[in-house]
């Protein structure tokens, strides 16, 4: 399904986190020599071996079997959050430069969450535990508060709440974070009992902000934070199964993404094809042994990498489908006044939810908070633009939440 989303994937047959644009034809072409590797067709690339930055951590020693990637909007730059095995954890900026924050340590690292304050939280899966590093204090700070979890797996900062959220092999936790950034707290205030064991992966449902992800051995479920209950969902019949490293929806499409392991991958946990549900599909990524891949905002959101690869001919544009949206609005979405209004983006694009030059605003926790893409339209208001339709964006500060004004 076309979308401006990329790929964001822990790869360990490089060793690198690798972004990928998955509607690139060079590496979804037949064998031949059009086809190119993911590692030779991702747009941006990331290996600790390769970082100054982060020198003193042994990545010789500490960068091994890549766990985890995860992108973040912060202060106005894109982050990815890293992860593996062996014991480095960093936050690296996707334009480039120097780590914001890095740490090795023991335990498996599984996977890591960044904070609005700039704090980093890591979940390391062997050592039992949750740690909330005062990262906004410094690119080595080492101060931070401790939970122990057993099986700690998986990650997600609720910013409604303003809780991080952690799974673990028996449960689903959150945690109050404190109020100090240099002084980072981890103080449970709820707990729910998984259905069944082995928590695994934890993220955010992009399309309903009252819902989490969340994957166990043997199952794929949705959290709903307003009934405090695991919930039905959408095409649930496709995506539930076993073993599932990874899970996601498209903010722009609303395709599932997930990742599990393939018997056939010389990697017993690793794949070197993702899967797609609503609508159904795969892509192989040739020379691969993937953990873990998530969607990411492209280019428009980014502004980096600044192109990405040409689209294939006749290409179907791009549009924002069904992506929930807190909009201030009069008496229908989009129009001014100081009210706030819940709307949804449908398909085809809405002519009074967005026009040329108009900004939608989106809370500041929204995964593509940020995107600004111009929309042209002819005299008759129809979109002439072949890609990009909409325009998605400034961003409100302190108002993310339902019911925020």
Known sequence: MPTTSLLLAADQESERV????????????????????????????????????VRDLEPERTWSLVSEAKFRLRGGRGWVLTTASRGLAAVVPYSG?????????????????????????????????????????????????????????????????????????????????????ARPQLTPVHTVALPDIDGHDLSAVALDPDRMWLTTADHVYQYSFRADAFARYAGQRSIDGPGIKSI??????????????????????????????????????????????????????????????????????????????????????GAPGDGVAEGVLAHPVVPWTVRAGQDVLVGEDHPFAGVHQEVERDAHGRVVRDLLDVVVVRVRRGWGRPGAG
Not at 120 to 138: C, D, K, N, P, T
Not at 248 to 257: K, M, N, R
Not at 285 to 303: I, N
């Open 97 to 181: 430069g120097p780590a914001y924050w890095a740490t090795a340590m023991e335990g498996n690292p599984h996977t890591m969450e960044l904070l609005p304050d700039g704090n980093a939280a890591i979940a390391a899966s062997e050592g039992g535990f949750v740690r909330l590093y005062a990262a906004s204090q410094g690119p080595r700070s080492a101060r931070c508060a401790q939970y122990d979890l057993f099986g700690a797996h998986g990650l997600q900062w609720d910013g409604a709440r303003g809780l991080l959220w952690a799974l673990g092999w028996y449960e689903l936790i959150a945690l109050d974070v404190g109020r100090d950034p």
């Open 18 to 53: 690798l972004a990928l644009d998955p509607d690139d034809w060079s590496w979804l072409a037949p064998p031949g020599p059009d086809r190119r590797s993911a590692r030779q067709a991702a747009l941006w690339s990331w290996s600790a071996v390769e970082d100054d930055s």
């Open 248 to 333: 996601g929806d498209d903010p722009i499409t609303g395709q599932v993404l997930t990742v599990s392991p393939q018997a056939d991958d010389p990697c017993v946990w690793c794949t070197a094809t993702v899967g797609f549900h609503t609508p159904a599909g795969s892509r192989h990524l040739s020379g691969t042994g993937l953990y873990k891949a998530r969607w990411m905002p492209g280019p428009a959101t980014t502004g980096w990498p600044p192109t990405r690869a040409e689209p294939r001919p006749g290409r179907a544009a791009a549009r924002l489908v069904g992506v929930p949206l807190e909009l201030r609005g009069g008496d229908q979405p």
